[in-house]
């Protein structure tokens, strides 16, 4: 917390000494009138905007064309009507300003970029895309790009893993396809596709640790703008990968003709841990269990609440280092444990243009203290980007992108005995939090912790891991404006990854008693050498267009995996201070070929056809198979420009079918052998089969989509509405399947199956409000997806996604055949037939899973508002999802354990339970609360909880200083930020976790089991340019 303390002071005196200097600059106000006519008929022209450029001080003319304002000296005006060209004035010491305004065509050219990085006009397009600027994103409070985007871009699913600082988010596009692939979208940035795999530790389904996805890595302050490419349509281009959709990504860069110009950027934000998102606790009674049906204390290892009623008695204490102990409820021991988080970025910009050249320079500096101890995160990012031409036909672009990242400590999810938060939330309710800070202890005398829990300070604190991150993204690129209407580029890109995961167990630890040191080392490079020939030219009314290129990526990957047990001399971290050592090494190669051709026909501006045709050779697949093809075609029609609508900017409708086709990982052609540590010959380690035998007749996986959308804006765009509808439908699956031990294998792979996603996406807004010095900008988005397994296989109507074993009713994740048969969660249910099945004094043990609920929510949507008054702005973002599932198995086991404060019922009296025993006879049962909730939590359907909820995502509140032209500070703004503030509605039986929360970025969702809670994040960001 010093640490915050110091960052925090530095960073509020700076703010106060730029205040200060801006109080000596304040440019001085001019006062202007005039009058607007247009340049034909010399007509008023009444409803003008007469604004001061990027702020909303402003006005309308009157019925007279008349106008008044007042603006600093210096500052440039704009004015703007539907159908008229804009004009700008700069003030100076003018009274009169006259504006002759010359008629225009409306502004619906609007430039996007497309996939392969091809610009064009949003109008001309025959398929949906979204867009987020970088004011969107810096003014939002979330730590990444991605979080800066939930809630914005309707069909775009984000949620968090929440292990700690740098951890990955999942986003999801359209819904799932893949049964048992990848079904996260591709990421592109500035026309380089990058790596977006995640650094996983795990150990088993329910015991893992995340370093945070690749996506991750992309500094925000470098952002200018993200396109949102949903489906095939937009993305097929970019082949195989882009099946779920893109993402793509245009950084900042100089302008030419600029100037020196320099900006720094400070952001400092504080995460706390609230109620809202920690379990609900009983603070009555304390640790121990029932003794004959009577709560007694307990002096041995428990993790138990089912103890006496807590009253300040003086009894045994369970530490086994002092002799007795205040019996007395503790009811922050959990909250009290989390540390506030702290998070300052820093950024600096350089950006230099000349008449033919421009370059920018940043480095951007975060440092982070996560809210479990010890968890700290240092990046240093540096970015370079020059262009230049070297003759009027001949250009080069080039970009260096160069990361350093180390991250320590963070946590474990699920049930591993390094999981911190499993040893802290089991904490029975008389423990004193301080005493557990006191004792790096383990199996003492009278250990709270039992089974694989442990002291939370020990796992956080004594045991460690340890990432660390160097990653290169770049390119080289020439462009070719070979004549007037042919141009192309060259282009060679990559993506260079080397990361580590250290892991170290000192002496003690619960399951590595005697020490245990790993080190996990990946390195990834994937290389892109691409090439486009580009043809436009005008024939009367009919644009032509015309595309030809091809890509050759190869990605080529190495793992090695190091291990030592029983350590010689503790604390010591190298392999050869361990008696017993492992290693292993893997390599991972693959190359695709491709080649692509597009054309665009435009017709009077108001008709628009696009084809494009994409083929790849795969190394992945066999020969008679690598050559996979797929086309694209979409239509839109601008029917505004056909019946010359007056008012009405746009009025769009599209159409398009799309198929992409898809590949498969390397090595699953043959099966394989590798070396498996557990077997070897006089200490030589022996070769291994795999489990999963190969497939030589693999084929593409292929995916066909529809869509079809309208587009409307009206009164000078101040009304907008974007719908779509798309149904898209993935073939030839490639998935694993269990088979009998007696082939001699565990799993074999599966070429088949249909997933079908339909749905729909609506975005609709506009500016409701506009007078001289107040604006109100809303836009709200919602969409809303099925998914349907058409079939999986031959034989085989369920695929499992994981099975979580004997926790909390045995419950499974799955994909099954039928309607809404992705994201399935199984388990065994409280009652069969309406009835409780009973034995003598208890629960008996469920026999047969059931459908409890699916992960998948009906819909999702995001409401946005900006409201600007004068220089300040304010943005609200409420968000949120209807339906879908999450197993609570947290509360299910906590419940077990009495330690939440739904176990206080049947405390003092028990309870009856009326059902069947094992011959199927009506019985009534007496239990105590220890055996009712224990009994309980052998089931899943008592814990699954609707996952609908509604929040404030987002709200900052921003102003923007009046600087005097003559001073040398060009822009300051101050930002206030709050992020995930409060739940507006949530299930009365999910108050205690964030259904947003993900397990990983894996298929199998849907399931909370001790994770890190979510936080609320408050703070403020200096923006200032010289």
């Given at each position: 917390?010093?640490?915050?303390?110091?960052?925090?002071?530095r960073?509020?005196?700076?703010?106060?000494?730029?205040?200060?200097s801006?109080?000596?600059?304040?440019?001085?106000?001019?006062?202007?009138?005039?009058?607007?006519?247009?340049?034909?008929?010399?007509?008023?022209?009444p409803?003008?905007?007469?604004?001061?450029?990027?702020?909303?001080?402003?006005?309308i003319?009157?019925?007279?064309?008349?106008y008044t304002?007042?603006?600093?000296?210096?500052?440039i005006?704009?004015?703007?009507?539907?159908?008229?060209?804009?004009?700008?004035v700069?003030?100076?010491?003018?009274?009169?300003?006259?504006?002759?305004m010359?008629?225009d065509?409306?502004?619906?050219?609007?430039v996007?970029?497309t996939?392969?990085?091809?610009?064009?006009?949003?109008k001309?397009l025959?398929?949906?895309?979204?867009?987020?600027?970088?004011?969107?994103?810096?003014?939002?409070?979330?730590?990444?790009v991605?979080?800066?985007?939930?809630?914005?871009?309707?069909?775009?699913?984000?949620?968090?893993?929440?292990?700690?600082?740098?951890s990955?988010?999942?986003?999801?596009?359209?819904?799932?396809?893949?049964?048992?692939?990848?079904?996260?979208p591709?990421?592109?940035?500035?026309?380089?596709?990058?790596?977006?795999?995640?650094?996983e530790?795990?150990t088993?389904v329910?015991?893992?640790k995340d370093f945070?996805?690749?996506?991750?890595?992309?500094?925000?302050?470098?952002?200018?703008?993200?396109?949102?490419?949903?489906?095939?349509?937009?993305?097929?281009?970019?082949?195989?990968?882009?099946?779920?959709?893109?993402?793509?990504?245009?950084?900042?860069?100089?302008?030419r003709?600029?100037?020196?110009?320099?900006?720094?950027s400070?952001?400092?934000m504080?995460?706390?841990?609230?109620?809202?998102?920690?379990?609900?606790?009983?603070n009555?009674?304390?640790?121990?269990?029932?003794?004959?049906?009577?709560?007694?204390?307990?002096?041995?290892?428990?993790?138990?609440?089912?103890?006496?009623?807590m009253?300040?008695?003086?009894l045994?204490?369970?530490s086994?280092?002092e002799e007795?102990?205040?019996?007395?409820?503790?009811?922050?021991?959990?909250?009290d444990?989390?540390e506030t988080?702290?998070?300052?970025?820093?950024?600096?910009?350089?950006?230099?243009g000349?008449e033919?050249?421009?370059?920018?320079?940043?480095?951007?500096?975060?440092?982070?203290?996560?809210?479990?101890?010890?968890?700290?995160?240092?990046?240093?990012?540096?970015?370079?980007?020059?262009?230049?031409k070297l003759?009027?036909?001949?250009?080069?672009?080039t970009?260096?992108n160069?990361?350093?990242?180390?991250?320590?400590?963070g946590?474990?999810?699920?049930?591993?005995?390094s999981?911190a938060?499993?040893?802290?939330?089991?904490l029975p309710?008389?423990?004193?939090?301080?005493?557990?800070?006191?004792?790096?202890?383990?199996n003492?005398?009278?250990?709270?912790?039992?089974?694989?829990?442990?002291?939370p300070?020990?796992?956080?604190?004594?045991?460690?891991?340890?990432?660390?991150?160097?990653?290169?993204?770049g390119?080289a690129k020439?462009?070719?404006?070979?004549?007037d209407?042919?141009?192309?580029?060259?282009?060679?890109?990559?993506d260079?990854?080397?990361?580590?995961v250290?892991?170290?167990y000192?002496?003690?630890?619960?399951?590595?008693?005697?020490?245990?040191?790993?080190?996990n080392?990946y390195?990834?490079?994937?290389?892109?050498?691409?090439?486009?020939?580009?043809?436009?030219?005008?024939?009367g009314?009919?644009?032509?267009?015309?595309?030809?290129g091809?890509?050759?990526?190869?990605?080529n990957?190495e793992?090695?995996?190091n291990?030592?047990?029983?350590?010689?001399?503790?604390g010591?971290?190298?392999?050869?201070?361990?008696?017993?050592?492992n290693?292993?090494?893997?390599?991972?190669?693959?190359?695709?070929n491709?080649?692509?051709?597009?054309?665009?026909?435009?017709?009077?501006?108001?008709?628009?056809?696009?084809?494009?045709?994409r083929?790849?050779?795969?190394?992945?697949?066999?020969q008679?198979?690598?050559?996979?093809?797929?086309?694209?075609?979409?239509?839109?029609i601008?029917?505004?420009?056909i019946?010359?609508?007056?008012?009405?900017?746009?009025?769009?409708?599209?159409?398009?079918?799309?198929?992409?086709?898809?590949?498969?990982?390397p090595?699953?052609?043959?099966?394989?052998?590798?070396?498996?540590?557990?077997?070897n010959h006089?200490?030589?380690?022996?070769?291994?089969?795999d489990?999963?035998?190969?497939?030589?007749?693999?084929?593409?996986?292929?995916?066909?989509?529809?869509?079809?959308?309208?587009?409307?804006?009206?009164?000078?765009n101040?009304?907008?509405?974007d719908?779509?509808?798309?149904?898209?439908?993935?073939?030839n699956?490639?998935?694993?399947t269990?088979?009998?031990?007696?082939?001699?294998?565990?799993?074999?792979?599966?070429?088949g199956g249909?997933?079908?996603?339909?749905?729909?996406?609506?975005?609709?807004?506009?500016?409701?409000?506009?007078?001289?010095?107040?604006?109100?900008?809303t836009?709200?988005t919602?969409?809303k997806?099925?998914?349907?397994?058409?079939?999986l296989?031959?034989?085989?109507?369920?695929q499992?996604?994981?099975?979580?074993?004997?926790?909390?009713g045995?419950?499974?994740?799955?994909?099954?055949?039928?309607?809404?048969?992705y994201?399935?969660?199984?388990?065994m249910?409280?009652?069969?037939d309406?009835?409780?099945?009973?034995?003598?004094?208890?629960?008996?043990?469920?026999?047969?899973?059931?459908?409890?609920?699916n992960?998948?929510?009906?819909a999702?949507?995001?409401?946005?508002?900006t409201?600007s008054?004068?220089?300040?702005?304010?943005r609200?973002l409420i968000?949120?999802?209807?339906g879908?599932?999450?197993?609570?198995?947290?509360?299910g086991?906590?419940?077990?354990?009495?330690?939440?404060?739904?176990?206080?019922?049947?405390?003092?009296?028990?309870?009856?339970?009326s059902?069947?025993?094992?011959?199927g006879e009506?019985v009534?049962?007496?239990?105590?609360a220890?055996?009712?909730?224990?009994g309980l939590?052998?089931?899943?359907?008592?814990w699954?909880?609707?996952?609908?909820?509604?929040?404030?995502?987002?709200?900052?509140?921003?102003?923007?200083?009046?600087?005097?032209?003559?001073?040398?500070?060009?822009?300051l703004?101050?930002?206030?930020?709050?992020?995930?503030l409060?739940?507006?509605?949530?299930?009365?039986?999910?108050?205690?976790i964030?259904?947003?929360?993900?397990w990983g970025?894996?298929?199998?969702?849907?399931?909370?089991?001790?994770?890190?809670?979510?936080?609320?994040s408050y703070g403020?960001?200096?923006?200032v340019?010289?």
């Open positions: 917390m010093k640490k915050q303390i110091k960052w925090f002071q960073g509020f005196i700076g703010v106060v000494l730029i205040l200060i801006i109080s000596m600059a304040f440019a001085q106000d001019v006062t202007i009138k005039g009058t607007v006519t247009g340049a034909e008929d010399g007509m008023p022209i409803g003008v905007s007469v604004v001061e450029k990027g702020t909303v001080n402003g006005t003319t009157d019925l007279q064309g008349m304002l007042t603006a600093p000296s210096g500052a005006v704009s004015f703007t009507f539907v159908g008229m060209k804009a004009q700008e700069v003030l100076g010491t003018q009274a009169i300003v006259d504006i002759q010359a008629p065509a409306v502004d619906v050219d609007e996007v970029v996939a392969l990085g091809i610009k064009r006009e949003e001309s025959g398929y949906g895309v979204s867009k987020v600027d970088s004011e969107e994103i810096q003014s939002s409070a979330g730590s990444d991605l979080s800066s985007m939930q809630g914005k871009v309707a069909g775009l699913e984000l949620g968090s893993s929440q292990g700690g600082l740098g990955s988010n999942r986003v999801v596009l359209r819904g799932n396809s893949s049964i048992s692939g990848n079904n996260q591709l990421y592109v940035v500035d026309g380089v596709p990058v790596n977006n795999s995640t650094v530790v795990t088993g329910w015991d893992r945070g996805s690749g996506s991750m890595d992309i500094n925000p302050d470098d952002i200018e703008n993200v396109t949102v490419l949903k489906g095939p349509n937009a993305a097929a281009l970019y082949g195989s990968r882009a099946q779920n959709g893109a993402i793509i990504i245009t950084t900042k860069s100089g302008k003709g600029q100037g020196l110009g320099v900006e720094l400070s952001s400092n504080f995460d706390v841990v609230t109620d809202q998102f920690l379990p609900k606790l009983q009555k009674y304390g640790q121990g269990h029932y003794v004959d049906n009577v709560p007694t204390y307990s002096t041995t290892a428990t993790d138990n609440s089912w103890g006496l009623a009253a300040g008695q003086s045994p204490s369970w086994g280092f007795n102990l205040n019996y007395s409820p503790q009811p922050d021991n959990i909250k444990f989390f988080g702290f998070k300052t970025t820093n950024t600096i910009a350089l950006t230099k000349g033919n050249s421009s370059s920018r320079f940043s480095y951007t500096n975060l440092y982070g203290d996560g809210i479990v101890p010890g968890n700290v995160q240092h990046r240093h990012n540096f970015n370079i980007r020059a262009e230049f003759a009027d036909w001949l250009g080069v672009d970009k260096v160069y990361l350093n990242q180390e991250i320590e400590g946590t474990w999810l699920g049930e591993g005995s999981n938060i499993f040893g802290l939330f089991s309710r008389n423990t004193v939090l301080r005493e557990l800070k006191k004792y790096n202890f383990n003492t005398p009278n250990d709270p912790f039992v089974g694989t829990q442990m002291n300070y020990w796992t956080s604190l004594h045991d460690n891991m340890i990432n660390k991150k160097d990653r290169l993204i390119f020439l462009d070719f404006d070979i004549t209407n042919l141009s192309g580029f060259v282009r060679v890109g990559t260079y990854t080397d990361n580590s250290e892991e170290r000192n002496l003690g630890h619960k399951q590595n008693s005697s020490g245990q040191w790993i080190l080392q390195k990834r490079r994937e290389t892109n050498i691409d090439g486009l020939l580009s043809y436009r030219k005008q024939f009314d009919l644009d032509f267009g015309a595309n030809l091809g890509n050759i990526m190869k990605n990957s793992s090695t995996y291990r030592g047990d029983d350590v010689i001399s503790n010591f971290w190298n392999i050869q201070n361990y008696l017993n050592k290693a292993s090494y893997n390599i991972y190669e693959k190359q695709v491709s080649a692509y051709a597009t054309l665009n026909l435009g017709f009077r501006d108001y008709l628009y056809l696009d084809a494009s045709f083929n790849d050779w795969s190394s992945t697949l066999p008679e198979n690598w050559s996979y093809f797929y086309p694209a075609v979409s239509a839109s601008l029917i505004n420009e019946a010359k609508l007056t008012q009405i900017n746009l009025l769009k409708v599209r159409l398009g079918y799309a198929e992409v086709g898809n590949d498969s990982d090595y699953r052609l043959a099966t394989t052998f590798g070396i498996n540590p557990l077997l006089n200490g030589i380690p022996l070769m291994d089969v489990g999963t035998p190969g497939v030589p007749n693999l084929k593409p996986e292929q995916t066909a989509s529809f869509e079809f959308g309208m587009e409307f804006r009206a009164y000078n101040r009304l907008f509405a719908l779509n509808y798309y149904s898209q439908s993935t073939e699956q490639l998935f694993t269990r088979v009998s031990a007696a082939t001699g294998y565990v799993n074999k792979y599966l070429n249909e997933v079908v996603n339909r749905g729909f996406e609506l975005s609709l807004g506009g500016v409701p409000v506009k007078t001289g010095s107040f604006e109100w900008e836009t709200f919602l969409a997806n099925k998914t349907e397994i058409k079939e296989a031959e034989g085989i109507d369920t499992v996604l994981a099975d979580l074993g004997n926790i909390v045995g419950v499974q994740i799955i994909a099954k055949k039928g309607k809404d048969g994201g399935v969660i199984m388990g249910p409280d009652k069969v309406g009835e409780y099945q009973l034995g003598n004094n208890n629960f008996l043990p469920g026999e047969k899973r059931v459908e409890l609920g992960f998948t929510p009906d999702t949507f995001g409401w946005l508002n409201f008054f004068k220089r300040f702005k304010l609200t968000d949120g999802k209807i879908g599932d999450v197993m609570n198995a947290t509360k086991e906590l419940s077990a354990a009495g330690i939440t404060e739904n176990t206080l019922e049947y405390r003092d009296t028990g309870v009856e339970v059902g069947v025993n094992a011959d009506q009534t049962v007496e239990m105590n220890q055996d009712y909730w224990g939590a052998n089931y899943g359907a008592p699954i909880v609707d996952a609908t909820n509604v929040r404030l995502r987002e709200l900052s509140l921003g102003y923007t200083f009046r600087m005097n032209p003559d001073f040398f500070i060009k822009n703004s101050l930002n206030f930020n709050a992020y995930n409060f739940f507006i509605y949530r299930d009365k039986d999910a108050k205690d964030d259904p947003n929360q993900t970025t894996g298929n199998a969702q849907g399931y909370n089991l001790y994770n890190v809670p979510s936080t609320t403020f960001t200096v923006n340019k010289f």
